[in-house]
């Protein structure tokens, strides 16, 4: 095979994920699922976790040997982007980037390994915390004698998970420990979301842990996992956008004012092509870092191409959840119309793992960083 | 002769720049305004000596005969050193009307004349009334015995006072139930009584756009290109590669260049607002390669670009147009000052920058019109 087979099979094999899995989404509710289950105060739906695991979702990423799907971060990608789309609740981006993004760096034996992937459980991911002024600070959270003691902020997926996988400080470096659900002296204080998830602030108290890695290669793990999740994240973000300016689309096409068609008129059409524009460099961009992130192995280099894919995407979905607003006109203010569940879960992904100003910034200064080694 | 789409992309990007950078003359490199043919000729000569100047012909008609993907590789090296495109409007523009268009007599003649650049050409298409409205133009065309007798003014003809033809769109049949239609392709000697060429003075002061008055001017009926009253289709089909090339990204990246060392020399990275400033741009000008790049993959593979190309041109040309004005803030109180600045060991003409990228917006269908365009046949908008 020359090197354009190998790529075209590749997006034939990409082509033929994000087909199945928009199927999958569709089949089970589409965007109407999610202001169920917001509604009904559930969180998510287990049996769509187990639905999705057998589809392969959440080892996607998981080399081959370690019980995945071995396509990369590009497939994680294009399923996230479905993601997006039906604005699923499901735990997708932080399974495949976070949990288990640590766990295949820091111990692909483990049990839970083939439980995450296999849908069976899910864990949510406690590594930053939260300082006396509310501003995220440096770790404090302590791990010994087999407990912790201390506490965690800004936990995604807190609620329904089975466990909670926590970076703590112990006396000779770094650990990564795994609380359950239910542990005693674990209190699990829930922020409300605007898409109605919450967001966990945990307090440990004596809590019993069980220790899975410790040392340097924790912070490093994680702040692998972190990139993966981050540019998948803004993959996320990238469905949700297309989905979003979609719905605006077909809205102004139909909604009549002054006898016509609103999208008949200049303004709107422009703005409607800024939209549009504007989602398709981001979606060029974003899937372009997917596939770079995949072909690099340097975490100095993967790390800022995540924040550009996310500041990229963040960039464009707060722009077009908002103009959306605006082109719906009065109904986009309701929560009737369905394009206000857009722009809250736009707010929710932007403000998890860093926004576009944040990103900016961290990518900048590894470009600089890079001039000045040059 | 070679059939260069027969060898590898790397092997055939290696050949173009080692030509590029053994021949081309350093004193011409980057060239900050358009040259009379004169200033360029020497390079001129050797790029015909070779066989290299028209990049996109067949190789029957003297062309390199590239492929979309070669073609891509050729224009990046070009820009990548700086290479001046030359007086190609005839290589551009007539020559594949003609080869496409023309009569067997029409391609004898007439292409061996633009490759040798015996002709150098100017395109005779807006006027005063007929800018983003383009058929709306009003020159008129009539026969008069052997001849076409022409009538009417052109207006923004690039370079038309360096120009010994035009080619053009003008007025056969002023009585068609459209003005899309009655439209024709006319070819034109300059060098004539009937033609009067004025230079207009630009915002930077340079004079590369001309008018040209047509009074009673002439031109056989022989130069007529493809049906009579058959131009406007002729001149649609003339831009599919053009607007993929219109949209590359080397003029934002080149600009991005300048201001990042410009920038660097003058400190105005210490502060926090213009590092952001600097950053988004710096990214839209990175997402916006990869989206070319998306095009241009379109075209290696074999397909036609449709209309939603031009998203390119809106998003490139206005991010240009950002970072030549984050170049002036740069710059603080020598803003406003024409001419180079020295800084530290580079030299940055911040307002020929500024300049530059102001009608980029304006120029191959305004960005309004390319937003108009997108919304009908891209979005599907009603109206």
Known sequence: MTQTDILSSEQEDLRLLRESARTLFERAGGSDRARQLRDAGSGFDPEMVRELAEAGVFGVAVPEDQGGLGMGLAAGGVIAEEVGRVIAPEPVVLTIGLSLGLLRRLCPDHPKMAQLIGGEISLAVAWQERGPDGAPADATCRYADGKLTGGKAWVVGAIGSHGFLVVAEQDDGPVLVLAEADAQGLVIDKRTQADGSSLGELSFSGTPAVELARGGAVPTALAEAVADATALAAAELVGLSERAFEITLDYIKTREQFDKPIGSFQVIQHRAVELNVMCEVAQAGVREALAQMDSETDPKVRAPIASRAKARAVTAAKRITRDAIQLHGAVGYTDEFDIGLYLNRALVLSAWLGDDAYHRRIWFEAREAEGAAQ | MTDWNAISDVEFRKEVRQFFEAEYPEELRHLPHRPKFAEIEHWHRKLHAKGWVAPAWPAEFGGMGLNAAKLLIFYEEQQRWGVNRGRDMGV????????????????????????????????????????????????????????????????????????????????????????????????????????????????????????????????????????????????????????????????????????????????????????????????????????????????????????????????????????????????????????????????????????????????????????????????????
Request: glycine share 10%.
């Open chain 2, 92 to 383: 551009q523009m007539v020559g594949p009307l003609i080869i496409k268009f023309g009569t067997q007599e029409q391609k004898d003649y007439w292409l061996p004349r633009i490759l040798s650049c015996e002709d150098i050409w100017c395109q005779g298409y807006s006027e005063p009334g007929a800018g983003s409205d383009l058929a709306n133009l009003r020159t008129r065309a009539e026969i008069d015995g052997d001849d076409f007798v022409i009538n009417g003014q052109k207006i923004w003809t690039t370079m038309a006072h360096d120009a010994t033809h035009i080619f053009m769109l003008v007025r056969t049949d002023p009585d068609a139930p459209k003005k899309q239609q009655g439209i024709s392709f006319l070819l034109a000697p300059m060098n004539q009584p009937g033609v009067d060429v004025r230079t207009i003075t630009t915002l930077s002061g340079e004079t590369e756009f001309c008018e040209v008055f047509f009074d009673n001017a002439r031109t056989p009926r022989e130069n007529l290109v493809g049906e009579l009253n058959k131009g406007w289709t002729m001149a649609k089909a003339l831009l599919s590669f053009e607007r993929i090339f219109i949209g590359s990204p080397s003029l934002a990246q080149n600009a991005l260049g300048q201001l990042e060392s410009f920038a660097r020399g003058r400190g105005a990275f210490d502060d926090p607002v213009f590092r952001d400033r600097f950053a988004q741009a710096a990214l839209d000008v990175e997402d916006h390669a990869a989206l070319y790049a998306r095009f241009a993959d379109q075209l290696k593979r074999g397909e036609t670009l449709g209309a939603d190309v031009s998203m390119l041109k809106i998003w490139v040309t206005e991010c240009f147009q950002r970072i030549t004005e984050l170049m002036i803030e740069a710059a603080g109180p020598d803003g406003g000052s024409i001419g180079p600045l020295q800084v530290g060991n580079v030299s940055v003409d911040v307002l020929s920058s500024f300049y530059k990228a102001r009608p980029t917006t304006i120029y191959g269908g305004s960005n309004e019109i390319q937003r108009n365009i997108l919304s009908k046949a891209v979005l599907g908008l009603p109206g």
